[in-house]
């Protein structure tokens, strides 16, 4: 997957002075090269059968939702606050430039369901904890994680539950 980052721009003091953003857009616009990232992920999630793949907003929307279509799996979003309808479950959180919320539909999950997350981007690892928290707290079985991006040196993975399955594609 090594070969891919020449698809990954980056850019400096995104979204605040310090950060480097990468920005994987230029993949989603190659279609043979996101077909190449998301094989990896389809296969995965074949293998662990998840009753739904659940997609952090927005860039993790991309991916989880057409890992969805394609392998025929629900797909819950996990998006920021009032967006969504009714009555919501949510959880706040800290990430590296400031704090935040997810929320999904309150009964969006039946209970014990088991439920990926797929994100663009494994960082600090506060939003990915954060989403795992809440599918947890709707009452879902969270059995794992998936990033097409992770940046190892800020160390997000020790922030996941190390009992779980957590994958990366592109690793900084």
Known sequence: MEHLKKYINEIKDFPKEGIVFKDINPI??????????????????????????????????????????????????IRKPNKLPGNVVGVNYKLEYGEDRLEIQQNSIEKNTKIIIIDDLLATGGTASAAGDLIREAGGNLIGYAFLVELTELQGRKRLDTNLLVESLIKY
């Not at 190659?30 to 907003?57: H, T, V």
């Open 28 to 77: 989603y616009k190659e279609p043979m090269i996101w077909n190449e990232l998301m094989i990896p992920l389809q296969k995965l999630i074949s293998n662990i059968k998840p009753d739904y793949i659940a997609g952090i907003e927005s860039r993790g929307f991309i991916s989880a939702s057409a890992l969805a279509f394609k392998l025929d799996v629900g797909f819950i979003p």
